[in-house]
């Protein structure tokens, strides 16, 4: 059995007692423009953390803040307890492999295919590796991404758009990473693609103890899938909870987020939802018709 599935199949790693990402005081500008001030937020070993708020209250940036690609006026930043903020990308490197990230819109790269795609972070990491195990792996990773492994040869203008979040997720997965970072994962995905896609994370994490940070704006995806909720408004964070907690404040914009027409349906289907059993891959790339064998 190769190394990379005895890892999938490895139970999660143990959870130590500090939070996987720290974030305190980050304060972000850009001109006169504050976007974050005095923002706090901990997201902790093995869960799901659901990043909402309304569009452009900043939760691209607060990620991109995290993984060093945005520069914040002050704060801090730590990530497996590492300090993140004024290091340079090659000194942040054994940090860095350690995570894995799928922007919004995907960010593939156009003139690649989805094979070389995800072996762009395999080739900047292990220089030394020879192209047959590259695309040895990349095969294991668009096969546990749900997607059909004869789409590796495939550019992203010939993949749907279900097909390239799932391709930014096989790349987000290349490293093997402990972390994952998801912005949007789901937008512009029919409702089955996004709960098959919802369902795909799960498993990833479930199977791999995963810690994932989820930028969504998909109140069905926060009720199926995320441990906690961290609601982004003025500013910072404004509370962070499970969805009972935060329906128990009294904040309007989080009342009428979780409460409007569409909180409660999304409510009500989690209800609905609640006994079934955790899927599994191969299910979850069955719902979309792919072929991949998960
Ligand atoms: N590089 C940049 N230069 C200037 N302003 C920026 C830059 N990046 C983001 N902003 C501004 O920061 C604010 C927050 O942007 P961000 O992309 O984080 O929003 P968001 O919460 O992710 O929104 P959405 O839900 O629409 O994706 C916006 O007003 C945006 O215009
Ligand atoms: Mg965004």
Redesign the pocket.
């Known amino acids: 059995m190769s190394e990379e599935r005895q890892r999938a199949q490895a139970p999660p790693p143990p959870r130590g007692t500090r939070p996987v990402i720290e974030v305190k005081g980050l304060t ?1 500008r ?2 006169e ?1 504050t ?1 974050h001030e005095n923002l706090d937020l901990d997201v902790n070993a093995g869960e799901i953390l659901g990043v909402v ?12 803040s995290i993984i060093g690609l ?1 520069k914040p006026v002050s704060g801090e930043v730590h990530v497996f307890g590492e300090q993140m903020i004024g290091r340079s990308s090659d000194e942040a490197k054994n940090v860095r492999r350690r995570w894995g990230v799928l922007f ?1 819109g995907g960010a593939l790269f156009s003139t690649l295919t989805l094979a070389e795609n995800v072996e762009v972070p395999l080739r900047e990491y292990y220089p030394a590796l020879g192209e047959t195990l590259l695309d040895e792996i990349a095969s294991y990773k668009i096969a546990m991404s749900g997607l059909p492994t004869e789409s590796a040869p495939k550019y992203p203008s010939e993949l749907s758009g279900g097909m390239k979040k799932r391709a930014g997720l096989a790349r987000a997965l290349a490293l093997d990473p402990e972390l994952l970072f998801l ?2 994962p789901t937008a512009g995905l029919d409702p089955i693609g996004a709960a098959a896609f919802d369902d795909l994370i799960k498993s990833l994490k479930e199977t791999l103890g995963l810690t994932v940070f989820l ?1 969504t ?1 998909d109140l069905d995806t926060l009720y199926a899938i995320c441990d906690r909720v961290a609601v ?1 408004a003025d500013k910072k964070v404004i509370a962070c909870g499970t969805i009972d907690e935060l329906l128990a404040l009294d904040h309007p914009w989080i009342q009428e987020y979780f409460n409007g027409p569409r909180g409660r349906v999304a409510a009500d289907a989690a209800e609905r939802n609640a006994d079934k059993p955790v899927p599994t891959m191969a299910q979850a790339a069955a719902l979309t018709g792919g072929e991949a064998e998960a």
Request: a neutral charge.
């Open positions: 972000n850009f001109g423009q976007v708020g309304g569009s452009g209250t900043g939760k691209s940036v607060l990620m991109r945005q919004q912005d949007e930028i704006h982004l």
